[in-house]
């Protein structure tokens, strides 16, 4: 089915010359876009279905750097503020969890990524049983970038624990087994879960089996006072250092978080390529100090590549990627007093082009280009936070959220029309998820105050 976008009051194509076309059109014809310019000159081209927009601002589909998404809407919002760490409940109540709850909770998180306008996310690791969820991926139409978590050290949660042979041959056959998969949509990298949970041999390991299978590997990474103490008295590096130094950074390696990196670290990254993926929001809300430990404004004037995550309902509370590039062009200039830092234009890059060049598919999608996958969100400007309507950029960025998404097109297929996706019935949904957050948290023991308030 072929496609025109017709009209559009603005079109961010966020390509190399970082075009914004006024009153612009776009042809999608085989899931790819054909034509792309001004109404006036693309007049004449016809297609099977006619999109107005003259409401409409345009911009390409949002990627998601890290996102765990299995498991967590079932008991979103459970945990209080002053808990020091969810993880070791988070991990518990994962663990616990059947094919037939992951499968719910999956679809749940795919609702809320698409109708945010998230096209394209990496899962790292946390779904344990995604034969049981390749419907949902197949239904929804995102694209998904996953694999299976392996550690072979002792963690302070429960972790997938196996042998270093085991995790190899299990990360090999799972990558064998999905890359490529509903043509194409589905990716599969190496994921070891961190560098405290996996030994030197299991993560060199693993970067080759990346390499080999021309595929990408991501972990979760941070550094900080207490890990650069850690790390210079076992290894005499920082953990970055430590990292290249056995091998495993590289262009195709994308790490988790990267708080508190220091300057010869992020020089690290700029040697061998690698690039990150900065959840803001988790990162505000752990009161994890962005003013003292957040790089991403040394990162970005490097050359490093970012991401853009919302990481999870646990951490951050919502999957929607434009309150994500609203924290990441705030925060900084709260944090260190200086307005310039991380522009409009700065965060939505990351959320698009950029951010897809740090998962290595900016040739497929992250911008709106002539032979690229038709990969687009549509913004509804006939809403107060549109209002007035002068600098596109900044009112997305700085006034909307993921509530003004009109349209949502993947692959050249319309999956979210006039603010309705039509692969599940919601309200059913939400009550079967809710049903299976209060009978994990019942099975396993996990019981919070519900607030500080009395509920009566």
């Known amino acids: 089915m072929s496609l025109k976008i017709d009209n559009a009051r603005y ?46 601002v345009v911009t390409p589909g949002f990627l998601n750097g890290h996102m765990h998404i299995s498991y967590a809407h079932a008991v979103r919002g459970i945990f209080p503020d002053n ?4 993880l070791a409940h988070v991990f518990k109540l994962q663990m616990a969890m059947t094919e037939e709850e992951e499968y719910l909770t999956t679809l749940l998180g795919l609702v809320e990524l698409v109708k945010n306008g998230t096209v ?17 991926y197949q239904d929804a139409g995102l694209r998904v970038i996953l694999g299976e978590c ?92 430590y990292l290249e130094s056995i091998g495993v950074l590289g262009s195709n390696v994308v790490l988790a978080h990267s708080l508190g990196l220091v300057d010869a670290e992020i020089d690290c990254l700029v040697r061998t390529g690698a690039t990150v993926a900065m959840c803001p929001v988790t990162a505000a809300k752990g009161g994890r100090g962005v003013a003292e430990h957040g790089r991403m404004p040394e990162l970005l004037a490097k050359g490093v590549k970012v991401a853009l995550g919302c990481d999870s309902p646990n951490n951050s509370n919502h999957l929607d990627i434009v309150r994500a590039m609203n924290m990441a062009a705030l925060q900084y200039k709260d944090a260190r007093q200086d307005t310039r830092l991380i522009p409009a234009e700065s965060a939505l890059e990351m959320a698009t082009f950029t951010g897809a060049q740090a998962l290595g598919i900016a040739d497929e999608i992250g911008s709106i280009e002539t032979g690229k ?6 913004f509804d400007t006939q809403r107060p936070e549109w209002q007035t309507l002068f600098n596109p950029v900044n009112n997305l960025v700085y ?4 509530r003004s998404v009109h349209t949502v097109i993947i692959d050249g297929h319309v999956t979210v029309d006039a603010y309705k996706q039509t692969f599940v019935d919601e309200p059913k949904l939400y009550a079967k998820v809710q049903a299976v957050g209060e009978q994990l948290m019942a099975r396993t023991g996990t019981s919070f105050p519900r607030s500080r308030w009395n509920i009566i």
């Open 373 to 378: 996958k038709a990969d687009l969100v549509l």
């Open 150 to 241: 392996v550690s072979d050290r002792e963690a302070p949660f429960p972790l997938p624990r196996y042998t270093t042979d085991e995790a190899v041959k299990r990360t090999s056959a799972f990558i064998a087994k999905w890359h490529g998969r509903l043509d194409g949509r589905i990716r599969a990298w190496a994921m070891p879960f961190s560098p405290e949970t996996c030994s030197a041999g299991l993560m060199t390991a693993l970067k080759r089996v990346a390499d080999e299978r021309r595929t990408s590997l991501t972990l979760h990474h941070g550094s900080g006072p207490q890990a650069l103490k850690d790390y210079q008295a076992r290894h005499g590096k920082t953990p970055t250092e």
């Open 83 to 86: 808990l020091a760490s969810p």
């Open 11 to 56: 079109i961010l194509t966020v390509d190399r010359e970082r075009r914004i076309i006024q009153n612009g059109s776009i042809i999608i014809d085989n899931g790819r876009i054909i034509r792309l310019g001004k109404a006036a000159g693309l007049a004449d081209a016809r297609a099977d279905r006619v999109i107005d927009g003259r409401h409409l």
């Open 120 to 136: 394209c996310f990496v899962d790292p690791g946390s779904t344990k049983f995604p034969d049981a969820c390749l419907q949902a």
């Open 399 to 402: 006034n909307a959220d993921g």
